[in-house]
C-alpha cells in the first residue's frame, strides 16, 4: 500500500477553516485488490457475455424449510439458501421474461467520486417476472442503472430491457437497464443488446 | 429473562466536541474526543484522576467510528483511549454503520446491566472532512454492497431518494397526497436547520466560528426546494451533514449513578433491528405486519390499523422494518403499550434525510404507516418559517430533534447516536440553555424521551427509551 505525503499548499481550501497554525499534508494512498465473485461468479461471468449475454438467478425449492414454505428465487445470486442452509441451484432468465421498475432515483447534481462525470445517473430497483403460468416474481429486486433519454419521464411500472456492456469491466455494471422499445442508437454508449433478451420485443 | 435489564442503567453525564464542523483542521480524532470527555468529566465534579480511578476500579470504555477509511487510520479506537489516559481500562469498538454511535451507547448499557463494569463512558467520533466531500460521499456508499450496488451509481443521497419514490408511490392518492408529503418535507428540513440556530455548537449555527457562511444560518421554506435536486425526488436542503466531531456519555449502575449526580435518566427499553444491506432483497410481503408479528400494542386495538395493514406491502422499499422490531423490542422491555406519540416528550431521531423523518415517526408508531406527513403539515408558518423547536402532534404530543438533528446539527457519523444520547440527557436534566447558550430549545419539563440511531438504508437500527430518575 504506497503512501506518499507532501505538504499541503496553504492556499488550498482546506486550511481555510483552521483558526490555528496547524500544518497539513496531503496523503495519497493507493491500494489494488483482487477480488473473487466466489459463488456468484457465474452470474458476472453471464453478464460478461457482450451479444450472448445472460442474465442467471439461483433458485432454493426446499419450500418445506422455508418460512412461506414456498420456494426462494435469487437475484442478485447466491450459492446458499439463507432459509434453509442449502446450495442453491443456477437457473437462467429466459429471454421473455418482464423487467419492471419497482423505484428509481436520477442522482443529477452530486455523487461519488466515481460517478461525478457521468451524472445524471439513474439507478432503479427491478423486478423480474417469469414467463410462466403464475407470472412468478423473483423474491428479490436487482439495482441497476437505467439510460433513459429523458429521466424524468420514468415512472414505477415501467418496462425495461437489459443491455450489456461490449467491453466488460467484469463488474455488476456490465449491464446496463433500458426502457422496453429504445432504439440501438439510443443505447448507453458501449453497450449491446444481447441476441437472449430483445429490446425491442413487445410483451 | 431474555429481552430485560438485569439491573438498572443510568446515563449521567455527557459532552460533546466544543463545535461542529464541515472541517476543522486544528484538532485530530482523538483531540476532538479529549474535548468530548473533559467536559462529561468535568460536569460529574471529578478530577480526571478520579474519574480514572474509578474506571480502573469498577469500569470500561467503549469506543465508537464508522470507516477507518476517513481518517485513513486503523485502530483508531486504541489511539483515542491512548490519549485519554484509559488504559489499561477494557476497552472495544462497536461499529454498526450510521448506528455505530447508538449501538456504543446500547452496549455500555448492556455491560453495566450484565455487571461486568458499574461504570462504563462511550465515546464516538468521525472526522470527515480529511477527504474530499466527492471522495466522502463514495465512501459512505462503501456501506452498500461493494459488488452489487456500489457498481451501480453508489450513492447515499440516492438510495434514500429512491425510498421516498418509493414512498410515494406506495401512500400518494391513498393516504396523503404529494403536495402534502413535499410541504411535510420542507417544514422538517426547516425545522432542523432553524432549531440548530439556536444550539451554538450546531454546525450550521450562525455563531459557530467554523460554520461557513453559504452554510449557516436561517432558512427558508422556499430556500429547501430552491437548493436544487441533488436525486430526484430530493433537494441539497433535504440532507444532512458530514460532520468533523465528537461526544462522550458516561453510564452508570444505579447506586454509582445517584451518588455521581443528582439527576440520573435511566434506560427503561433497548431495542436493535436488521434489515437486508441491498434493499431489494427486502420482503414485500402483503399483510407484512401483521405476518411478521411486528404490530405494537396500541395499534392492535384500532381497527383502522388493521384495516391498512392487512393490505400494505411491507416493509418493501418504503419504510424500516428493522426500526420497527427495534422500536417493538424497546417498547416490550419498556412496558409501554400506549400510543408512543403521547408516551415521549422528547425524541431524537436519526434524520439522515427529510424522508427518514416521515418513515422513521411510522416506524416508532408514532402515526400509522403513511400519515407522517400530516404531523408537520400542521405546523403554522409565519414569514416563511415553522416555530423553533415545536410541538408535534398536538397537546400530547412531543418534540422532534430540538438539537436540529443530522440535517441541522452535525452527522459525524460514529459520533452521530452517541451525539443524540447527549441532547437527550441534557433535555432531561434541565441543561440546555448551559449546552447550548439558547433557552429556546429547552423541553418542558421532559419525563420520558426516546433516542434512535440508523444505519444504512436501514440494516441496522437502535431505539432507546429514558426516564427521568428523581
Redesign the interface.
Given at each position: 500500500m504506497p503512501v506518499k505525503d507532501t505538504i499541503l499548499n496553504r492556499q488550498d481550501k482546506?486550511?481555510?477553516?483552521?483558526?490555528?497554525d496547524?500544518v497539513?499534508v496531503q496523503?495519497e494512498?493507493h491500494i489494488k485488490y483482487k477480488?473473487s465473485?466466489g459463488g456468484?461468479s457465474p452470474y458476472i461471468r453471464g453478464i460478461m457475455g457482450r451479444e450472448h449475454a445472460r442474465l442467471l438467478y439461483t433458485i432454493c425449492d426446499k419450500a418445506e424449510d422455508h418460512d412461506d414454505l414456498k420456494p426462494l428465487r435469487?437475484q442478485?445470486p447466491r450459492a446458499d439458501c439463507p432459509e434453509c442452509y442449502a446450495p442453491t441451484h443456477w437457473q437462467e432468465l429466459p429471454g421473455d421474461t418482464r423487467f419492471i421498475v419497482?423505484?428509481?432515483?436520477?442522482?443529477?447534481?452530486?455523487?461519488?467520486?466515481?460517478?461525478?462525470d457521468q451524472l445524471p445517473?439513474?439507478?432503479?430497483?427491478i423486478k423480474a417476472v417469469l414467463p410462466d403460468d403464475e407470472n412468478t416474481e423473483l423474491d428479490?429486486?436487482?439495482?441497476?442503472?437505467v439510460h433513459s433519454e429523458d429521466?424524468?419521464k420514468l415512472k414505477?411500472g415501467d418496462d425495461v430491457r437489459p443491455v450489456f456492456r461490449k467491453n466488460p469491466a467484469s463488474?455488476?455494471?456490465d449491464v446496463m437497464w433500458v426502457l422496453l422499445g429504445t432504439a440501438v442508437e439510443k443505447f448507453p454508449s458501449g453497450y449491446v443488446e444481447s441476441k437472449n433478451y430483445r429490446v425491442q420485443k413487445n410483451f | 429473562m431474555a429481552g430485560s435489564l438485569n439491573r438498572k442503567v443510568a446515563l449521567i453525564s455527557g459532552g460533546k466536541v466544543n463545535y461542529f464542523?464541515?472541517?476543522?483542521?486544528?484538532l485530530m480524532f482523538y483531540e476532538m474526543a479529549m474535548q468530548a470527555v473533559k467536559e462529561a468529566v468535568g460536569d460529574l465534579g471529578l478530577k480526571p484522576k478520579e474519574f480514572r480511578k474509578l474506571l480502573r476500579e469498577r469500569g470500561g470504555v467503549i469506543i465508537t467510528h464508522f470507516a477507518d477509511h476517513f481518517a485513513?487510520q486503523l485502530l483508531g479506537e486504541a489511539l483515542t483511549r491512548d490519549y485519554l489516559g484509559f488504559n489499561p481500562v477494557e476497552s472495544y469498538r462497536i461499529v454498526g454503520g450510521g448506528a455505530t454511535g447508538g449501538l456504543g451507547v446500547q452496549a455500555a448499557v448492556e455491560k453495566i446491566a450484565s455487571g461486568r463494569a458499574d461504570i462504563v463512558i462511550a465515546v464516538g467520533y468521525e472526522k470527515m472532512?480529511e477527504v474530499d466531500?466527492?471522495?466522502g460521499?463514495?465512501f459512505i456508499?462503501l456501506a452498500s454492497?461493494t459488488?452489487?450496488?456500489f457498481?451501480?451509481?453508489?450513492?447515499y443521497?440516492?438510495?434514500y431518494?429512491?425510498?421516498?419514490?418509493?414512498y410515494l408511490?406506495t401512500f400518494v392518492g391513498k393516504t396523503v397526497t404529494g403536495e402534502e408529503i413535499r410541504d411535510a418535507f420542507s417544514k422538517i428540513a426547516v425545522m432542523m436547520r432553524n432549531n440548530a440556530q439556536y444550539n451554538r455548537r450546531a454546525q450550521t449555527s450562525h455563531e459557530n466560528?467554523?460554520a461557513t457562511s453559504s452554510t449557516s444560518g436561517f432558512i427558508n421554506i422556499e430556500d429547501v426546494t430552491r437548493s436544487?435536486?441533488?436525486?430526484?425526488?430530493?433537494y441539497?436542503l433535504d440532507c444532512c451533514l458530514m460532520t468533523d466531531g465528537a461526544s462522550a456519555i458516561i453510564v452508570a449502575c444505579e447506586d454509582l449513578a445517584r451518588s455521581l449526580t443528582d439527576k440520573p435518566v435511566f434506560v427503561t427499553g433497548l431495542g436493535n433491528g436488521t434489515d437486508c444491506m441491498?434493499?431489494?432483497?427486502r420482503q414485500r410481503t402483503p399483510g407484512g405486519l401483521l405476518k411478521e408479528e411486528l404490530m405494537l400494542p396500541h395499534e392492535k386495538e384500532d381497527p383502522e390499523y388493521l384495516k391498512l395493514y392487512e393490505e400494505l406491502e411491507y416493509p418493501g422499499?418504503h419504510s424500516f422494518r428493522a426500526g420497527r422490531w427495534a422500536a417493538k423490542k424497546a417498547y416490550e422491555m419498556a412496558g409501554i403499550h400506549k400510543k408512543p406519540l403521547e408516551v415521549f416528550d422528547l425524541i431524537e431521531i436519526h434524520d439522515a434525510f427529510v424522508i427518514s423523518v416521515i418513515q422513521t415517526m411510522e416506524d416508532l408508531g408514532m402515526v400509522p404507516y403513511g400519515h407522517s406527513a400530516k404531523l408537520f403539515n400542521e405546523l403554522p408558518v409565519e414569514n416563511g418559517r415553522v416555530p423553533i423547536n415545536p410541538k408535534i402532534g398536538g397537546e400530547n404530543g412531543l418534540y422532534i430533534n430540538p438539537s436540529g438533528g443530522l440535517i441541522g446539527q452535525m452527522h459525524g457519523v460514529g459520533s452521530t447516536g452517541n451525539t443524540q444520547a447527549v441532547d437527550v440527557l441534557w433535555q432531561m436534566q434541565g441543561k440546555i440553555e448551559e449546552k447550548y447558550g439558547h433557552p429556546e430549545l429547552q423541553v418542558p419539563d421532559p419525563k420520558t424521551a426516546l433516542f434512535h440511531s440508523h444505519a444504512g438504508t436501514g440494516s441496522d437500527i437502535t431505539v432507546t427509551t429514558v426516564e427521568r430518575g428523581w
Open positions: 482546506a486550511y481555510r477553516h483552521a483558526r490555528t496547524v497539513i496523503r494512498v477480488k465473485y456468484m435469487f442478485v419497482e423505484t428509481f432515483s436520477t442522482a443529477v447534481d452530486l455523487a461519488g467520486i466515481s460517478f461525478m445517473v439513474t439507478v432503479a430497483w428479490t429486486l436487482v439495482a441497476g442503472m429521466y424524468k414505477k463488474n455488476a455494471s | 464542523a464541515k472541517a476543522n483542521p486544528d485513513g472532512s466531500t466527492f471522495q460521499n463514495e456508499a454492497d459488488v452489487t450496488d457498481p451501480n451509481g453508489g450513492y443521497p440516492l438510495y431518494a429512491a425510498m421516498a419514490q418509493a408511490d466560528p467554523y436544487g435536486i441533488v436525486a430526484t425526488p430530493s441539497r441491498r434493499t431489494g432483497e422499499l
